[in-house]
């Protein structure tokens, strides 16, 4: 039985949506003022048309797609009118909030998503938590805003020029990335990384399913003890790792190339290969062992009674059930390898140069825009690679019956 509210009356306009408004434009206004120096006046003027839209809204609730369209495009004019394409481009997000707030407080939508005998308090804390839980989500991807944004730059700059703020064409260019996608400085360290990444992926996913598989057995003498110890790489600072493996890894570079004649550049692919795969296997035995959480072993037993050894059994039964889980973990590790500097610096050589390394290279030798167009690619794949792990994560929960199909 659902316990949401079908019908909620609309809340007051004087003394609930007229107040809540005005305070919000006000704080725009707050804002824009600033910009030309009457930050006070700017709040002033931003309260009063506050108060006017909620107004508005309370005498036109059923126009709500007019209402909200007609508030874009009159800040849009008026920014363009009093300021140029930037300014326009402000005003029209901040009419589309303005109007999405506006109707939700004015038609109590805000009450729509809570239990009807939440009281007012609860209800604010309600919404509160969902307003702090989009503040954070914000000030975490704040950040890659300008830098996806200045890889546009038409110069050599790290700082908005005047013609991108004020959106006109010759301040953006396709330079950097031309620069990036053109020349070995950037292409040799991005072949590096797709040959590096994909293997350590395939070896963190074979070890780490195994050990998952083989802890999720109640029977196994110790298996706290040695998940804690697999899933050290992920506890420890990288540093620490990453000084560890620089100790292990070069007398056994060593040995390969002194004893197995191995060249010196394939020996530090391996190196650098195997300290990836030791970063990638704790999140795959993570992911790996949440599934494992709502798997039935009495379909293995099954497997076992009709005569099936536990190769078959593996690969025919509990390997379909987890794959998403086992999916969803090598991608984590992939993403691990991929963006990882700190290693590569202390296993490899110049020749394993990869992405990040160069990155890192350029920021501290020669600081080059070419970097953003860098760093774009790897927060769009980062991005694609994060939604291809959430829809895996909910065909898992629907596969065990965890999330209705």
Request: aromatic letters at 12%; one cysteine or more; hydrophobic letters at 55%.
């Amino acid at each position: 039985m659902s316990i949401v509210t079908p019908n909620v009356p609309h809340p007051p306009l004087a003394t609930f949506t007229m107040p809540l408004m005005a305070v919000l434009t006000a704080m725009f206004g707050f804002v824009g003022g600033n910009m030309v120096g009457q930050p006070w006046i700017g709040a002033l003027i931003g309260a009063v048309l506050g108060a006017i839209i909620a107004w508005v809204i309370d005498m036109m609730p059923a126009q709500r797609t007019q209402m909200r369209w007609g508030l874009i495009i009159v800040l849009f004019v008026a920014g363009l009118v009093f300021g140029n394409l930037g300014t326009a481009i402000s005003g029209t997000l901040i009419g589309a909030v303005l109007g999405w707030v506006g109707y939700w407080l004015a038609t109590g939508a805000y009450r729509k998503r809570v239990p009807i005998y939440y009281t007012a308090g609860q209800t604010l804390w309600h919404n509160t938590f969902l307003f702090i839980c989009g503040l954070v989500f914000f000030f975490l991807i704040a950040p890659l805003l300008p830098v996806i944004w200045l890889s546009f730059n038409a110069e050599n700059f790290f700082t908005f020029t005047p013609e991108m703020l004020n959106f006109q064409a010759e301040g953006y260019s396709l330079k950097h990335y031309r620069d990036f996608l053109g020349t070995d400085e950037w292409m040799v360290p991005l072949k590096n990384s797709l040959i590096i990444a994909p293997i350590a992926t395939i070896i963190s996913v074979s070890l780490g399913t195994l050990a998952a598989i083989g802890l999720s057995q109640s029977h196994v003498p110790g298996r706290r003890a040695i998940m804690a110890v697999l899933i050290s790489p992920m506890i420890v600072p990288l540093i620490i790792s990453a000084t560890g493996m620089f100790f292990f890894y070069a007398p056994l570079g060593n040995w390969l190339e002194a004893n197995l004649g191995l060249s010196q550049s394939f020996v530090g692919y391996v190196k650098v290969i195997l300290a990836h795969a030791v970063l990638g296997i704790p999140f795959v035995i993570i992911t790996v062992t949440a599934t494992l959480v709502g798997f039935d072993d009495s379909l293995t037993r099954a497997a076992a009674s009709m005569g099936s050894s536990p190769v078959p059994t593996f690969f025919k039964v509990q390997m379909p059930l987890i794959l998403p889980g086992v999916i969803s973990g090598g991608l984590f590790a992939f993403i691990t390898s991929f963006d990882e500097v700190v290693v590569v610096l202390f296993v490899g050589s110049a020749q394993q140069q990869t992405l990040p390394w160069q990155m890192f290279t350029g920021l501290r030798e020669q600081i080059s825009p070419t970097i953003l167009a860098a760093a774009t690619v790897l927060v769009v794949m980062s991005i694609l690679l994060l939604t291809t792990v959430e829809l895996l994560r909910r065909r898992s929960e629907r596969l065990r019956g965890l999330s209705p199909s």
